[in-house]
C-alpha cells in the first residue's frame, strides 16, 4: 500500500503540463466500441481509470496496443461480447458507459451496475429512460442491468434534470439509431463536446453539443478515426487552486482557457492574478485568499469536481465562506480529515460554512474518493509540518504523474510503500 508524505509551505514555482481529461477518455474508450476500423487516441491521460477501461476492451477481445503511454490504438473488430460483470465494473461508475456502447453495436447489453468514488446514490434512470425511449427494453437481472433491443429508432428524450453520464450514455446508444435523437436539457460540459466531436470524426452525424440540445441522426456505420483529448480542466483546476493556497507563480500549459472560466473568476475573486494565453494561463498568489462563496452546478457553473480542492483553499482564507453543493448529496465527507488539520468547517446537509483559519496543522488523513484525495494534498501543501495520506489509489484514478508535477513546482512530496496496517482500513 502506497502513501504520500508532504512537508508543507513551500510556494509553488515553474510550469506545469495539463495530461488529457480523465472525464472525457472514460467516455471515449467505451464509443471506440462502435466503430468498424482501428482508432488511434492521443492525449490519454495515464490514470488508472484509463488502464480500467483498457483492461476492460481487452477482456471483450479488443485488440489494443499502446504506442507511449498517452497513445493507443484499439482494433474493436474482434468483440462480440455484450456482458461486462461486476468484477469489471466495481471501482468505476463510468463503466456504465458500456451500456450505451453496446446497445449501439449488439442491440444488447448486460452491464453490472457502476462503482466509482461514494460520494452520493448513483441512479442510473435518466439513462434507462433514455434508451427505453429508443426502444429497448431494459431489465435488472441476477445483480445486472440487462438492455436489449430488436432495432433502435431515434426519438426525443428530454432528461428531468442535467445529467453528464445520461447524454454521454443516449448519444452512444443513438449514434447509429434510424432516425433523429433529440436530446433537451442535455448536459453541456466539455467533454460533451470532446465526445461528440470523436464520434463525428468516424462518422457521426452528431449537433448541438455543448448546448442543452442536442441533435443526433444515426448512421448505419461507424469508422475508425485518429483524435486527440481535450486537456483536463480538473487537472488545471486544481494546481490554480494549490497555487491559490499555498503561494506562487506557475504557468499552466495544455489547457483549454474558456474550459476554466467558472473556475478562474473564483480564483480572482479570492485574490489570484492570471493572465491568459491561447493554450495555457499563468497564476501568481502573494498573499491570504479573501473570502468566497460558490455553489456548485452543472457546466458552466462551477464544477463539483473542483469542490473539495476549492473548501481547502477557502479553509485558509481570511473570513467566513459558504459552499453549496449543487449536484451531489453526500460530497462533505472529506471535511472530517480537514478538520482533523485544524480546518474550521461546519456542514449542514448541501451547504458548508467556511470559517478560515490561519493555518492547518499537519495530521494522518485519508482520501474519501479522487478530488477529495486532491484536497487533502492541497491541505499538505499548505499544512504546518508533515501530512500523511493514505486511500492515495483513489487519487491515481485522476490524476497523472502528480508527484512528479509537484515536485517540479517546489513542493516537498513524495510517494512511498507501507507495510503497516492502514489507518483506513483501522478505521472502517
Known amino acids: 500500500m502506497d502513501k504520500y508524505i508532504i512537508t508543507g509551505g513551500n510556494r509553488l514555482l515553474g510550469s506545469v503540463k495539463i495530461s488529457g481529461a480523465k472525464n472525457a477518455a472514460v467516455a471515449i474508450l467505451p464509443a471506440v466500441l462502435l466503430s468498424d476500423g482501428v482508432c488511434r487516441i492521443e492525449n490519454l491521460p495515464n490514470i488508472s481509470d484509463v488502464f480500467a477501461i483498457i483492461r476492460i476492451l481487452r477482456e471483450l477481445g479488443a485488440d489494443v496496443r499502446m504506442i507511449n503511454k498517452n497513445t493507443v490504438e484499439i482494433n474493436p473488430s474482434h468483440i462480440n461480447s455484450f456482458t461486462l460483470p461486476f468484477e469489471m465494473t466495481k471501482r468505476m461508475r463510468a463503466s456504465s458507459y458500456f451500456i450505451g456502447a453496446m446497445l449501439g453495436r449488439f442491440k444488447r447489453a448486460r452491464v453490472a451496475p457502476p462503482g466509482g468514488c461514494d460520494f452520493g446514490v448513483r441512479p442510473i434512470d435518466l439513462h434507462i429512460k433514455g434508451f427505453e425511449a429508443l426502444g429497448a427494453q431494459v ?115 495544455n489547457i483549454t482557457p474558456k474550459h476554466l472560466e467558472s473556475i478562474s473568476a473564483k480564483l480572482i475573486e479570492m485574490g489570484a492574478v492570471i493572465e491568459e494565453f491561447d493554450e495555457s494561463l ?99 501543501l499548505i499544512a504546518k509540518g508533515t501530512t500523511e495520506i493514505e486511500n492515495i489509489e483513489l487519487i491515481d484514478r485522476g490524476y497523472e504523474d502528480l508527484v512528479e508535477k509537484l515536485t517540479g513546482l517546489g513542493a516537498d512530496i513524495k510517494r512511498v510503500t507501507i507495510n503497516e496496517p492502514s489507518a483506513v482500513k483501522q478505521a472502517l
Open 139 to 253: 431489465t435488472m437481472e441476477n445483480g445486472m442491468v440487462d438492455a436489449r433491443a430488436a432495432r433502435l429508432i431515434g426519438s426525443p428524450v428530454y432528461l428531468d434534470k442535467v445529467s453528464v453520464g445520461a447524454t454521454v450514455n443516449i448519444m452512444l446508444a443513438a449514434v447509429k439509431a434510424r432516425g433523429l435523437t433529440v436530446i433537451e436539457n442535455a448536459a453541456r460540459e466539455p467533454h460533451i463536446v470532446d465526445l461528440a466531436n470523436f464520434l463525428n470524426s468516424m462518422g457521426a452525424d452528431i449537433m448541438g453539443a455543448g448546448t442543452s440540445v442536442i441533435k443526433i441522426r444515426g448512421v448505419e456505420t461507424l469508422g475508425g478515426t485518429n483524435y486527440s483529448i481535450i486537456p483536463d480542466q480538473i487537472e488545471a483546476g486544481t494546481y490554480m487552486a494549490a497555487v491559490t493556497a499555498a503561494g506562487g507563480d506557475v504557468l499552466i500549459d
Open 282 to 380: 499563468r497564476i501568481t498568489m502573494d498573499k491570504r485568499p479573501k473570502k468566497c462563496n460558490i455553489t456548485t452546478l452543472p457546466h458552466p457553473g462551477f464544477p463539483t469536481d473542483m469542490q473539495p480542492q476549492i473548501t481547502t483553499v477557502l479553509s485558509v482564507a481570511d473570513g467566513t465562506s459558504i459552499v453549496a453543493e449543487g449536484v451531489w448529496d453526500n460530497r462533505f465527507r472529506y471535511v472530517e480529515q480537514l478538520s482533523m488539520m485544524n480546518a474550521n468547517i461546519q456542514v449542514d446537509g448541501k451547504v458548508a460554512v467556511v470559517s478560515g483559519v490561519e493555518n492547518l496543522k499537519s495530521a494522518p488523513v485519508f482520501a474519501n474518493d479522487l478530488r477529495a484525495g486532491a484536497a487533502m494534498v492541497i491541505a499538505g
